[in-house]
């Protein structure tokens, strides 16, 4: 096989191909069918972008054919078709398992095209026919209200990545090969992707594949030179600069670059098989020997024109190999005949009617270019992964509970039996189910699941390693210090029908709030596609919280994703703050069962009190929210206030006024109601876990005052409860962005959620206190500045505070 050094190549994309690997594997006849059916992905993803009738030209183009409003993009849609087009022809050659992922945000004119083409869109929507007027209807819905957006979205079949947001399709694909061992994803990625952070992370996860175990990525990095009027980055260095690049991460990069259509074919045909043929040779490898060592897999510099095969020139400016080729290169065609002409020129140039027959159906020869059934990438199952998904095998969470003889005694960490709970799911699921999370699975005392599953690592190691490293080639703990690659090998492997777990630390789930977003709207979109099957859940564990920060300080002290979460659709989206370790068991038994959802579960790692037995824990997981008889006092009568809380700090401190409370107002009536499931706040109407209007009524009252001490910021609970009755009446305390070095109670009392800033609250708000409780108040003031100068003085709190109990 002869090679031409990188150096010796152009960064054009103009010209006969250039590449790394030589040969020309196709036959004439093979040669000229694969163009013939990448013409008609390109005749078909303009169709889609302008023509709203006459679909295949059978009259001369009218300004009535033309879509009043013009969307979409052209730009990457050709190249984005000519991988697809290949990847078909390797399938059927190798009889491969393979799956497509586009990174280009707005590329889906390329891969509609060629799922149309084999069938699968058809199928899936027996409107969109494969004939003239089906056609028509597949062309129309395109970017049209009523329609489909110009993402690869959740209708699109075969599509496991939207691109709504660039940055991701690498940690995707990777995620979908995870325990996937024939799997192939092929994901290409733009070239403006390229330049975002969370894809220049994700090129590292080649080091987190046991080939003996794990399917393969193959990634093409589409080089078409320009994003919306920008150029880009890697389209503009040299190819040594892109080889020690790829190189430097890990690769074994293999280029493919030109114009010329007839030479192109047969670069991408050679180079393709050289890297199908090396993947096997990698995992065979790896399959017959004892030593799983991190090879070099292949990638593809795939260097073509934006906008190639479309108008080179328009109105005297270039437009083929230009960013003017990015969205719609012709407008306004109803007003400017020259455009009108144009278009039809470029259409007419890629001969549909020696494509489709009179009835607007691919030809036969070339519909056979495409694999049948389920190897088709746009029928893969596991492209439409809840068809794989199987429930996981879940021991007796029950068999993981702490005894709670009595209420607000005993001081647990309640992330450790958690860690017991999730380290026997990992021992009875060994081949689908994950832990992922950056560097933090020890730091928030999950640290049992080694015990049963080592974290993944491939790379060299050092003797200390030995040492309470806990590696392994065969662990299925990921750990990479990205949040943004974690979530993407996440959703890559619960896309694909799988199952897994995330623990962060609170103030850095931030990092991934947009990935949130895309996953929470796939999910949204999913519900309503009758043919898309359910996934498991994103389940994540937010700890490390605000409150205990006590050595991270201000940096780490920010609940506000919970914010985030309430804003997307209620369909998709639970959150769950058990206050201690039986609850949080009954509620990760419960998220870990679900599909559809994405999970929130906040709980801290430190140690907490502990409240509930199992059998209590799990009926008041049930309801969601309920009163809490021990710490009440208001049984058949009415309460003078209502103590609520959300949270395992805020759980504490409340008690802790409720029982300085009491102390000093022998007939102070309170009700204390612990909320685990955070949207029950909201009405029935407005979430589906909301409480009906009577039943928030009977817990909280309808004119007494209600003191909240809220883990997150207090507007939130504002913004859940805004229609309730006695809204008028609810008083929250939470996190105000106050805090730095503190123990924590001075950081409770400094966001105003401690137990003296809360007994006082009530007594300000309590009609009868206000003149009897001066006294009280008084005390509870000393109480606090004694407690902020004692810990000013010896760096932590008081014994009286560290040492308290409930005991009333």
């Known amino acids: 096989m002869v090679t031409t050094p990188a150096a010796e190549r152009s960064i054009s994309p103009y010209g006969e191909a250039r590449s790394t690997v030589q040969g020309s594997p196709l036959s004439t006849e093979e040669a000229r069918k694969i163009h013939a059916f990448w013409q008609a992905c390109n005749y078909l993803a303009v169709g889609m972008i302008y023509l709203r009738d006459n679909p295949l030209l059978q009259e001369p183009l009218k300004p009535e054919h033309i879509k009043n409003r013009l969307l979409g993009h052209w730009g990457s849609s050709p190249g984005l078709s000519f991988i697809y087009t290949h990847c078909n022809r390797l399938i059927k050659k190798f009889d491969l398992d393979m799956i497509f992922l586009a990174g280009p945000g707005h590329g889906a004119p390329g891969v ?38 110009s993402h690869c979205t959740p209708e699109t079949p075969g599509s496991i990545h939207e691109g709504g947001e660039l940055g991701y399709s690498v ?20 070239d403006g992707e390229s330049e975002t952070g969370p894809l220049a992370t994700a090129w590292h996860s080649n080091k987190f594949i046991n080939p003996a175990r794990d399917g393969a990525v193959l990634p093409i990095l589409h080089l078409n030179g320009y994003k919306i009027n920008n150029p880009t980055i890697l389209s503009r260095v040299s ?44 995992q065979q490898q790896a399959r017959s020997s004892d030593v799983a060592q991190r090879p070099r897999f292949p990638m593809i510099i795939f260097r073509t024109p934006k906008g190639w095969t479309g108008p080179q020139t328009v109105d005297g400016h270039k437009v083929e190999g230009f960013w003017r080729s990015h969205q719609v290169p012709l407008s306004e065609m109803q007003h400017n005949p020259e455009h009108l002409q144009q278009l039809e020129a470029w259409m007419r140039s890629y001969k549909p009617e020696e494509l489709f027959d009179q009835n607007g159906k691919l030809l036969a020869e070339l519909k056979d270019m495409a694999p049948t059934g389920t190897h088709r990438m746009s029928a893969n199952p596991h492209a439409n992964g809840g068809i794989l998904r199987r429930a996981l095998k879940m021991p007796n969470f029950r068999d993981y509970a702490i005894d709670v003889p009595k209420p607000g005694q005993l001081e647990v960490g309640n992330t450790v039996p958690l860690g017991k709970f999730l380290r026997d799911i990992m021992k009875m699921n060994p081949n689908n189910f994950r832990v992922f999370g950056p560097d933090e699975t020890t730091s928030n005392k999950l640290n049992a699941i080694y015990e049963v599953s080592k974290k993944f690592w491939i790379a060299d190691y050092l003797p200390e390693d030995e040492d309470g490293g806990e590696l392994s080639p065969d662990g299925r703990v990921m750990e990479m210090l990205s949040e943004h690659t974690l979530e993407g090998w996440l959703e890559g492997y619960l896309l694909t029908g799988r199952h897994g777990f995330f623990s962060t630390y609170e103030a850095f789930v931030h990092v991934i709030d947009s990935m949130f977003n895309q996953h929470a709207k796939w ?79 906040v709980s801290d790692k430190q140690l907490h009190f502990q409240y509930m037995d199992m059998d209590t824990a799990i009926k008041h997981c049930t309801k969601g929210l309920g009163i809490w008889d021990w710490a009440s006092n208001d049984q058949g009568t009415e309460p003078d206030v209502v103590m609520a809380t959300a949270g395992d700090i805020p759980t504490q401190e409340a008690l802790a006024a409720t029982a300085l409370l009491r102390q000093e107002f022998a007939d102070v009536k309170i009700r204390f109601v612990n909320v685990v499931d955070l949207f029950k706040l909201q009405p029935d109407t407005e979430h589906p876990h909301g409480l009906s209007d009577r039943d928030f009524d009977s817990l909280f009252t309808t004119d007494k005052p209600i003191i909240f001490n809220f883990h997150g910021y207090p507007w939130l609970i504002h913004r859940l409860a805004y229609r309730r009755t006695n809204h008028a009446n609810l008083h929250v305390r939470g996190y105000k ?57 010896h760096g932590i709190d008081q014994p009286e505070v560290i040492n308290w109990r409930w005991n009333l």
């Open 171 to 190: 940690s995707h694909a990777y995620g979908t090969v995870f325990d996937n061992p024939d799997l192939i994803s092929v994901v290409v990625v733009g």
């Open 239 to 282: 190819h040594e600069e892109l080889e020690d690049l790829f190189s430097g991460y890990g690769y074994k990069p293999y280029f493919v670059e030109g114009s010329d259509p007839e030479t192109m074919h047969q670069a991408m045909a050679a180079t393709l098989e050289h890297c199908v043929n090396e993947i096997k040779a990698i």
């Open 737 to 793: 962005e106050k805090g730095n070095i503190n123990t924590p109670l001075e950081l409770a009392i400094n966001n105003n959620i401690d137990r003296f800033s809360l007994a006082m609250d009530v007594i300000d708000r309590v009609p009868r206190l206000r003149a009897t409780g001066a006294h009280a108040k008084e005390k509870f003031k000393n109480m606090q500045i004694q407690c902020r100068q004692y810990a000013y003085e």
């Open 523 to 601: 999910l949204e979109i999913c519900n309503h596609l009758s043919w898309r099957e359910d996934i498991a859940s994103l389940n994540l564990l937010i700890t490390s919280t605000v409150w205990r920060q006590d050595h991270n300080g201000f940096t780490h002290q920010d609940p506000g994703f919970l914010d985030l979460v309430v804003n997307k659709s209620p369909s998709v989206t639970r959150i769950y703050l058990p206050p201690d370790v039986n609850s949080l068991l009954s509620v990760a038994d419960h998220c870990l069962r679900s599909t559809n959802y994405i999970n929130v579960i």
């Open 112 to 149: 509609l095209a060629p799922i149309y083409l084999e069938g699968t869109y058809s199928e899936v929507f027996s409107d969109k026919s494969e004939d003239t007027e089906g056609l028509l209807r597949f062309f129309k819905q395109f970017s049209f209200p009523g329609g489909i957006g």
